[in-house]
């Protein structure tokens, strides 16, 4: 039985390599560790310590010779020109045009690689050279790791690069490292290199309904010498019985573009009869909303004066109203009275507690904190004490389900003053994107319909308007039912709407560019609950949906859609629906303002897919 077992294990090890070529989907450029980062390999005598093999490398503006990329490999020139079957060093390859080149794939310590070294002829970055230059070939977060003792990587560095390889098993005589790229797909790799498609979904530990990424590798296992088709594109090819030729690409860059366009004129014009009904009840609602609203003319408004001022220090006491109500807020003192009956005022002791002496773990994002009162979790905002009597004004016009309520104050003169709201369990959309396994498309769409309803409500159903500027996916808040809540920390920051100051008519377009600001920063939302992308510059994210505007023209709309969608939903999820929301998004983020859609017009969108 010992022996039975000890075979077991010997065989284990020798087939250890073949079971330990993951595929990594993360991303070439962001750091963390994940099995397919590095093939691992186990440095015993049973297995293979090293094998001549091959990588592909792609030309590019930089390497465009057989000479160049020699050099940079430091192989000799009549190897690389035989094995490509090249004739001249010097001739200019085309660009992404594969090359070739022999390796010898060692197990270093756990990991199967490659070293060269790499001069730097520019000042340049960790991603631009593992994912720009060497297309994934070694991630980022590898080459910070090799190279610790660069901070900034200047002209004239010489790093190491410990490219991705493995050595197969006794079935295979070779394993190619190949760097995919966009438009590339698993069935498109197997006819490049004559292989079948179950070989590489089964060494890659890959399934059919996987998705490859840009930037990243897989192993091309080869039972015979390297052979590759090179008529095989990169790209969708153009409509057959056409030339190549400048014209026609942009010919059918247009006919992309006009494609998109239709396709979601069709899927729009599925929803009109649908959006009929919901606009039509919405529309009565809001017209019974408008018909409640008392306007008063702009020269008897005043501030809101009808909230007592607590004593700082007392205790935790509702805070009691005067008999005074304020005309400019636009309820009968009744209810203004059961608004103000229902805020707490807090003591310092008690938002000390409740955020345990504002100990950083409690803090959300500049000077506000979460915290626990009464057993449930509780949003803390710091304020300065002149605006809260604002806030609160505000508060009194809001009550809607998509946005936070305010609990209580917490009045202090001298320092800070602290507003209290509720906070949903689920966090900020920000923390759920990031750990986005649990957001499906169904939640997505609802948590994008929910905030476009906070802001139509917040834009049109109370008097004066109010603009929800710096709106983003950290103060938006999901409930554990996944539905969201917009918070509003601060005074209206429209100048003529604000506190005492009258609301001026003239000043209607002024607001209307506000609006815009608003329909802006809503399209920034929604790219990121697409992406799942949030620890991303606004403008890089803005540039990536370039090509739901016809520009690019590898791999077409839907492919480069596929590789924009969050990879934690796996394609579960509608491709028109995604589409339809993609195009949406783009329209908001438009740098015109007047092409970005009213409130209204992004409704009648979202209505649909709810």
Known sequence: MMIYIVFLIFTSLINSNHAQAFYDATSCREGGNTLG????????????????????????????????????????????????????????????????????????????????????????????????????????????????????????????????????NNDYKYLVTYPLVSGDSINKVSTKFGISKDDILEFNNLHLDTTVYPETTILVPLKSNPMINLD??????????????????????????????????IVSSTLILVILVVTGLYLNALNRCKRDIFVIPSTHRSSFTSFSTPQVGSPRSRLSPTNKSSASSCLSPDLLASIKYSLYNFTIEEIKTFTRDFNKDCKVSDNTYKGLFDDHLVLIKEIEFSEIRHVIDLHSKINHVNILKLLGVCYNESSWSYLVLQHPSSGSLRDCLTNSSSLTWHRRTQIAFDVAMGLHYLHYCIVPPYIQTGLCSGNIFVTSKWRAKLAVLSRNPYPGINGSSSFEYESFDALKTLEKEDILEFGMVLLEILSGKVKIESTLLRESIGFLGGEGSEGGCFENLKSFMDPCLKEDYPLAEALCLGVLAKACVENDPLHRPSMEDILKVLARMV
């Open 37 to 168: 980062t590095r093939y691992t390999c186990t440095n015993t005598t049973l297995t293979r310590s090293s094998c001549q093999t091959f990588l592909i490398f792609r030309a590019n503006n930089q390497f465009t010779t057989i000479s160049s990329i020699s050099s940079l490999f430091r192989l000799p020139l009549h190897t690389l020109l035989e094995l490509n079957h090249i004739d001249s060093p010097s001739e200019i390859l085309l660009v992404d045009r594969e090359i070739f080149v022999p390796i010898t794939c060692s197990c270093l310590g756990a990991f199967y690689q490659t070293r060269i070294n790499y001069t730097t002829n520019e000042n340049t970055t960790f991603s631009d050279i593992a994912c720009g230059v060497f297309e994934g070939l070694v991630k980022k977060i590898t080459l910070v790791e090799e190279n610790s003792n660069q901070e900034v990587i200047k002209v004239g560095f010489n790093l190491n690069l410990p490219l991705k390889c493995a050595c197969p």
């Open 232 to 265: 095989v594109p990169n790209f969708q090819p153009p409509t057959p019985g056409f030339l190549s030729t400048n014209p026609v690409d942009k010919h059918a860059k247009a006919m992309k573009l006009k494609m998109v366009y239709i396709i979601v004129s």
